[in-house]
């Protein structure tokens, strides 16, 4: 008769995971860091259904809505393009003229059109406006930058905004907004307070809620995201750079702040 010894409690156990991950917010703004909103749940401002069966109760609608957070534009944006006649250097417009609430000088240091040799089709002008926020994890987690595709505009943008994927326990680096200019005879119009962008998060659970903090820019968080910052300069694929980024890692990264 074999002995059956149940040796299970050896193993190391994985640590548990609260019900809800959460995932700090914060931005790196080196001035006018009052003009860029908190990100927020995405919302709707409907009447309420009388009808029991309306797509407003659907479980899977209101789980999939409850995840999104939104980035609104700070500014009032309104963008022309054109060609200087004599470079053939691609340039933007203020499209708003003197009536604009941002000045020409600000707007272009804000916004920039890339480099033409690295757009994605040449009759395409790729657009890009850093912004300061930064998400960060102590967790795997991955964020999903997405078009604001829920806020209904009557005049569609003249373009797509290109998204992204990237795990913020590792790489907590700036988001981006970038823009492809699909009819650049078309005039670019964000107004204040409309959705630049979304963003999702991916938890090893799929099923746990995000909850969305303030975080504090702390000397070891600047100390680590200076260590990524700017790679894109000397290498092109920096995903290959994580491993060695969570090498280095600190173990906490994510600290509440305290107001």
């Known amino acids: ?49 009388k009808h029991a069966k309306s797509v407003a109760y659907c479980p899977a609608v209101l789980d999939y809505e409850s995840r999104l957070f939104e980035v609104v534009s700070p500014i009032d944006l309104h963008l022309k393009f054109a060609v200087d006649e004599q470079t053939k250097v691609p340039r933007l417009i203020n499209g708003a003229g003197d009536a604009s609430s941002i000045r020409t000088k600000h707007l272009s240091q804000m916004v920039v059109i890339v480099s033409p040799k690295e757009w994605r089709h040449p009759s395409r002008p790729l657009l890009q406006m850093m912004t300061p926020y930064i998400f960060i994890a102590d967790e795997p987690v991955y964020i999903n930058q997405m078009p604001p595709f829920v806020h209904y505009r009557p005049a569609a943008l003249p373009g797509l905004l290109i998204g992204g994927r990237f795990p913020i326990d590792v790489w907590p680096r700036q988001l981006v907004w970038a823009f492809e200019w699909y009819d650049p005879k078309q005039d670019i119009v964000i107004r204040r307070g409309e959705p630049l962008f979304y963003v999702r998060f991916e938890t090893q659970d799929p099923s746990r809620p995000v909850r969305l903090i303030e975080a504090d820019m702390t000397p070891t968080l600047q100390e680590y995201i200076k260590g990524l910052s700017g790679v894109t300069n000397y290498v092109s694929r920096t995903f290959s750079l994580f491993n060695t980024a969570r090498q280095r890692r600190p173990k906490t990264l994510l600290t509440p702040k305290v107001r």
């Open 1 to 49: 008769m074999g002995l059956n010894v149940n040796m299970s409690w050896l193993r190391p156990r994985s640590p548990k995971l609260s019900k809800l991950a959460e995932v700090g917010w914060l931005l790196e703004s080196q001035s006018s860091g009052f003009i860029w909103d908190a990100p927020r749940k995405v919302s709707r401002s409907e009447p309420t259904p």
